[in-house]
């Protein structure tokens, strides 16, 4: 078992925990699928603590390298941004939206898509090993995952309509390749 504690190998303790993570965010994607929304909600979350675990390990126990920095941006990637977007597409814009709304909702998701991606290239182009900033310059992947999800609850509760979804999601993709600085917990 000495593997777990080794850098250099991929399969250490915690890229096995961003591993969770990734199979969290595929189990998430298939069960939106099937339209269990809840479901996929929970091993979203499930994903998402299994983030925050990894680094802290990765940190703690040094075993932050440059392929467990590319393998926590592929899982937050899948998890923070695609879960997200997919499951909002499905059970918000394909059941509310139709014709130029939901073409424009599809706009909208990739717009979303791209920012994530953009946003955790950079990171990971002015990401040290085993640095941690004292804060983000605008809103880190998962902080828009949360917010996505709140959205995502206004229109499931019927607080809101697909076009204030298509407006928080349209702001919360830009946000994230903001200025706005957000503290890093």
């Known amino acids: 078992m000495q593997f777990l504690w080794r850098p250099s ?7 096995l925990f961003t591993m969770v993570n990734i199979s969290a965010g595929l189990l998430a994607t298939y069960f939106i699928t099937q339209n269990n929304f809840v479901l ?34 592929f ?11 997919f499951l909002i597409f499905q059970a918000v814009y ?3 939206l139709e014709g130029f709304w939901l073409a424009l909702s599809a706009v909208v998701s ?5 920012s994530g991606l953009r946003r955790l290239i950079q990171f990971n182009i002015d990401a040290e090993e085993g640095e941690v900033a004292k804060y983000f310059i605008g809103v880190p992947t998962p902080l828009g995952a949360i917010l ?4 995502y609850l206004t229109s499931a509760y019927d607080l809101a309509s697909g076009g204030f979804v298509l407006l928080a999601m349209t702001l ?3 946000l994230l390749n903001s200025n706005v600085k957000v503290p890093h917990p």
Not at 9 to 15: I, K, S, T, W
Not at 75 to 85: E, I, N, Q, R, T
């Open 75 to 85: 899982a937050d990637f899948l998890s923070f941004v695609l879960v997200p977007v």
């Open 148 to 151: 996505l999800w709140l959205v």
């Open 110 to 114: 990739i717009y979303y898509v791209i």
């Open 40 to 73: 996929a909600i929970m091993l979203a979350w499930i994903g998402g603590a299994f983030d925050i675990f990894d680094g802290k390990i990765a940190r703690k126990y040094k075993l932050s390298n440059e392929f467990g920095i590319q393998l926590d941006s």
């Open 172 to 174: 919360i993709g830009w």
């Open 9 to 15: 190998n991929h399969f250490n303790l915690a890229n």
């Open 94 to 96: 394909a059941v509310h």
